[in-house]
């Protein structure tokens, strides 16, 4: 049976890893972020592109991982449609109300994946990289935005609470094959 499956959580917490390991695993096609590679291919600093640039990014991402998400019956999602939502908050785009209900309607559905996994905040320590924003303080209110997004909207989430790579691996693994 085919499966999609969203790992989710702030910048930091390990869900590129994660996911990455876990396609690997089960031999499925790992969809990436999406934000982090244009930023490293482009070398585009995200503080330059203006609230619009940003905000027309956003939703071209968005839009570009629709069509990735599409194409495969299973996957393995480094961020989920929740982490999408809980940015277009975070950077205050929800006033533009035909485009956040636009937003809202594909994204926040119940039936998108048949496993959400969230990675908890502050577990593994968090590296500047020049992509993420390195105040932790910023990723846990983006971290919470994804929570409460989840809670009031997503399928019952299924916590990773294993450090360890190899045992955040196996975790998720007998999970969805169980």
């Known amino acids: 049976m085919a499966q999609r499956i969203a790992i989710s959580g702030s910048a930091g917490v390990g869900k590129s890893t994660l996911a990455k390991a876990v396609a690997a695993e089960l031999g499925w096609p790992c969809l990436p972020e ?4 244009y930023l ?3 070398k585009v600093d995200i503080h330059h592109l203006g609230i619009d640039g940003l905000r027309a990014l956003v939703l071209r991402l968005w839009d570009e991982r629709q069509e990735l998400e599409a194409k495969y019956p299973a996957f393995v999602a ?3 449609s929740y982490d999408t939502v809980a940015f277009w908050m975070f950077y205050g785009y929800a006033k533009d109300e035909p485009e956040t209900l636009r937003l809202f309607d594909e994204a926040l559905r119940r039936d998108r994946y048949e496993h959400l996994f969230l990675l908890p905040w502050g577990r593994i320590p968090l590296v500047g990289d ?8 910023i990723q846990l209110h ?3 935005m994804i929570v409460g997004l989840v809670h009031e909207f997503g399928p019952q989430p299924t916590w990773v609470e294993p450090t360890d790579l190899a045992e955040r691996v196996r975790f998720v693994v007998e999970r969805v094959s169980g």
Request: aromatic share 10%.
């Open 34 to 37: 999406g934000m982090r590679e």
């Open 40 to 42: 490293e291919t482009t």
């Open 78 to 80: 480094d961020r989920s």
């Open 130 to 137: 020049g992509v993420r924003f390195p105040n932790r303080y």
């Open 142 to 144: 983006v971290q919470s």
